[in-house]
């Protein structure tokens, strides 16, 4: 076909069957009412994640309007040091935790369906259970603001501050315990997005034609998998600390308090980056349209995003020049936060040379997106200035870093969230937000910023430090305040009125969206509760622009499955880099596991947090159960082996329904699991071997190893229990007899517990005392994190045997075999390493 003309008979002219539409209608209708709880559709689940995202941001707000009261003037008595503490730690654990990073993913689950093309993403009841799991829990943690137990050890939680000894209460472990799930939910998330993006695209969408949207939440996902485990096991390492007296950052008894800081900014730096990134994405998106021309440098932005994700893992010692860190490590850090400036600035020039070359309309969104570059430049600029180390050492922990990182976080992400609400806004009912009113909201928000967080660097360098609730007069500081505490409620009130017109447009009836603002991408496409109408078929990077009667053919059923093939929801596989059309995955429909795994996750850590731990446990138990529910009807025959799919030129395509092996989805999302899991297992690792480096003497005195011979015969039995259910995968699952293939798993699951019971006893036999010293503690953390997969496996096992007496395992429906033996390779490798570093490690430094 010729681009950009009509055709005589055009794809979307040929008939369809009659009843096609009813019945695509009938199968992704979304519940209405109290059913909404059941929803798994990606784009209902999308809105609902956006709004509570929302709402933690208004939250977090008034808590920095609290803050900023009470330091308008010297010595204010208006809260005292206790509350501020609390105010001032929930207010960042809040704007990091419950907004930043849920609000990026929750508007990729929105818009990637669409903007991919792609009926949904490829486990929306993963999307359903991480939202509801993430609102549940975050509402709760909120709520202990109210009742004296919010957490007052600031957002980062440094030890020993928040050790039993300065913090006896439970308002840490609300922040250990409630943090540490909601990262687990953004984890959950980000496997969702990223096997949504590989395997979901339309037909002809190549990694090159990809919106650069996509690039950027791909690129976050991946980001997510390897930054994310550090920091639940350092709470975790934490939580153990607190809750058992195992002195990993007590200095005393072998501990480290810098120990935290590593796990922590190993996250923590990238973190502000899986940030900006979607927020760069959104901008790379939006600037072409609002220029009416394509991304300049388009390829050399797609390798600025991958470039800025590989430097920032190299930069969490960034936060620690004034911990004791080496010259050479700090020199080292230094240059790679300063090399990071390079892709950020090929981004930023990409986005002034789009708007240099194309024809600028000044709406409410090019507002926004022209304060955030202004915004965001003069943010990164501060923070070069703080790379450089003996800058960083004057005005480390004073008023200037907290100016620096809200013109990187404010500027760089929050103006781009308003701009992307401007802009996508009209595909939720319709409407956009008011013009007019847009420009007044623009102007508040950008001049209340300035007015608030520029006086910060003043302040800061005239030595105001950081996390006190007051100060004294005459210091110079009295007027740098007021202006500053002014600033946050003029940002407050464009923030107020943007509420009133989003309320106001979204109470309007609905109609058709259309596309407003001329865009190229797919999102804009007509859509419904199926999305598309059918499946497009790609062929450029900006496929409105270049086929203009795309959208005409896309809603006329014109192109692929525009019907359900299966008469169930279904979603075209496509490859990982060509977008070939591979088969056809059946979709989950609307239901209450994902809710209820989700409550009963919450209950269970926010219960235990309070020491109700009968009750907690029951919800620990609903959600295993729930889950387990949700995981037997997952796995099911495909109702057909292959299905007639129409294509874009009207001929019928035979795919096969559902895969088998690393074709089928589910096999790559356990893998990228198991990435995250080594990842936590990699953190307790350094754990062990940083306190065992720390030592003159290893083991140390009072502690030693277990008799070589167990550790041998614990590593045998692993091997033979990896090797049993190996066996038990390859058998065949055509016949009705399946016995072996039982009596295997029964092996290997005998195999697997004898081993750990071996290493325990091994470790009794020792005397480890994980109270008496940091290294024992170490020691048995490993035991703790690998016993907590033998008990997963002690559910695996059984599950997998009840699927076989049940018929369950059959050549069409073998992914809990598939990817239940990767568990337990997993296990089995895990369990070896640990020996290795448990038994090898110590006798090698001796």
């Known amino acids: 076909m010729n681009r950009g003309s009509e055709e005589a008979i055009l794809p979307s002219d040929l008939p369809r069957p009659e009843g096609e539409l009813e019945r695509l209608e009938k199968v992704w209708r979304t519940p209405t009412g109290w059913r909404i709880f059941t929803a798994v559709n990606n784009t209902t689940v999308g809105l609902l994640y956006i709004g509570t995202a929302l709402l933690f941001f208004l939250l977090a707000g008034v808590l920095g309007l609290l803050m900023r009261v009470q330091l308008a003037v010297p010595e204010n008595t208006l809260l005292s040091a206790a ?48 939202f509801w799991a993430y609102a549940i829990g975050g509402l709760g943690f909120f709520c202990t603001l109210f009742v004296g137990l919010a957490p007052d050890g600031g957002w980062f939680m440094y030890p020993p501050l928040t050790g039993k000894q300065y913090s006896p209460g439970l308002n840490a472990d609300f922040w250990l315990l409630g943090i540490g799930f ?17 395997f979901t695209r339309a037909p002809g969408m190549t990694l090159a034609r990809m919106p650069v949207y996509a690039w950027s939440m791909l690129v976050v996902g991946v980001m997510i998998v390897f930054a994310f485990p550090a920091v639940i096991a350092g709470t975790a390492l934490l939580e153990l600390e607190r809750a058992f007296d195992w002195p990993f950052f007590i200095a005393e008894r072998g501990g480290d308090p810098i120990l935290w800081q590593h796990l922590f900014w190993f996250f923590g730096h990238p973190e502000v980056y899986i940030i900006f990134l979607p927020a760069a994405g959104m901008v790379s998106t939006m600037i072409p349209t609002i220029a009416g021309t394509p991304l300049v440098g ?58 240099w070359r194309g024809n600028v309309r000044v709406t409410a969104p090019a507002l926004f997106l022209l304060g955030f570059m202004f915004i965001f430049v003069l943010g990164g600029l501060t923070g070069v200035m703080v790379a450089v180390v003996p800058f960083d050492w004057q005005v480390h922990d004073t008023y200037f870093i907290v100016a620096h990182f809200h013109y990187v976080l404010i500027g760089g992400m929050v103006f781009p969230v308003f701009a992307g609400i401007y802009y996508w806004l009209p595909l939720v009912r319709g409407h956009a937000l008011n013009e007019r009113l847009g420009r007044w909201i623009f102007g508040l928000m950008f001049g209340g910023f300035h007015l608030a967080f520029f006086p910060m660097h003043i302040s800061g360098l005239l030595g105001m430090p950081r996390r006190v609730y007051t100060y004294p007069s005459g210091l110079g500081l009295d007027g740098l305040n007021l202006v500053s505490t002014v600033g946050s409620f003029v940002l407050a009130a464009g923030v107020v009125l943007f509420l009133v017109d989003l309320v106001r447009t979204l109470m309007k009836p609905e109609r058709e969206p259309g596309n407003p603002w001329g865009a190229a991408t797919l999102e804009w496409l007509p859509a419904d509760c199926y999305a598309v109408r059918s499946i497009p078929q790609v062929d450029s990077e900006n496929p409105l622009w270049d086929r203009p ?56 850590f926010l219960l235990m947090t309070m020491k109700l731990t009968v009750v907690a446990w029951a919800c620990g138990i609903g959600a295993i159960a729930a889950v387990m529910i949700w995981l037997w009807r997952q796995d099911q025959p495909p109702p057909q082996d292959r299905a007639r799919v129409a294509d874009n030129m009207g001929a019928d395509n035979l795919l096969p329904v559902g895969a088998a092996g690393t074709a089928r ?8 699991m198991l990435v995250v899991d080594a ?63 039982r009596w295997l798993l029964v092996l290997g699951a005998l195999c697997m517990f004898a081993a750990f019971g071996i290493e325990i006893a091994g470790q009794v036999g020792a005397r480890l005392d994980p109270v008496a010293h940091a290294w024992g503690a170490s020691v048995a953390g490993l035991l703790a994190y690998q016993g907590l997969h033998v008990a997963l496996l002690a559910l695996v096992a059984p599950f997998m045997l009840a699927r ?37 490690l110590p006798r090698m430094m001796g």
């Open 83 to 130: 509350t501020y503490n609390q105010v001032f730690t929930m207010h960042g654990s809040v704007m990091m935790f419950l907004f930043a990073i849920p609000i990026v993913e929750a508007l990729a689950v929105y818009l990637l369906p669409g903007m991919l093309g792609a009926r949904d993403l490829p486990f929306p009841r993963l999307s359903a259970y991480a």
């Open 182 to 198: 909601i990262e687990i939910s953004a984890i959950a998330g980000a496997i969702e997005l990223i096997v949504g993006i590989l």
């Open 298 to 355: 388009r390829r050399a932005v797609i390798v600025a995003l991958v470039g800025v994700a590989f430097f920032s893992f190299g930069l969490w010692a960034h936060h620690m020049f004034t911990a004791g860190l080496g010259v050479l490590e700090s020199g080292i850090v230094s240059a790679a936060s300063m090399a990071v400036a390079v892709p950020t600035a090929v981004q930023v020039f990409a986005w002034i040379g789009t708007l």
């Open 549 to 604: 009667t795309l959208a005409r053919e896309v809603e006329a059923g014109g192109h692929w499955l525009p019907g359900t093939a299966t008469g169930l929801r279904e979603a075209i596989v496509t490859s990982p880099v060509k977008a070939r059309p591979l088969y056809l995955l059946v979709l989950p429909t609307d239901g209450w596991a994902p809710f209820l795994a989700a409550a009963g996750t919450a209950g269970f």
């Open 665 to 672: 989805v589910s096999w790559w999302a356990t893998v990228i």
């Open 679 to 741: 990842g936590v297992f990699i953190a307790f690792l350094f754990t062990y071997v940083h306190i065992s480096m720390r030592l003159d003497i290893c083991p140390p005195p009072g502690a030693r190893l277990a008799a070589p011979l167990l550790p041998l015969l614990s590593c045998a039995l692993l091997l033979a229990s990896s090797g049993a259910v190996e066996l038990a995968r390859r058998r065949s699952l055509a016949g009705p007899h399946q016995a072996p293939l």
């Open 804 to 840: 076989s007496l049940a018929r369950r395992l059959t050549p069409g429906s073998r992914a809990t075999l598939d990817n239940g033996a990767l568990i337990w390779h997993y296990t089995v490798g895990q369990g070896l390493v640990m020996a290795a570093a448990l038994h090898l």
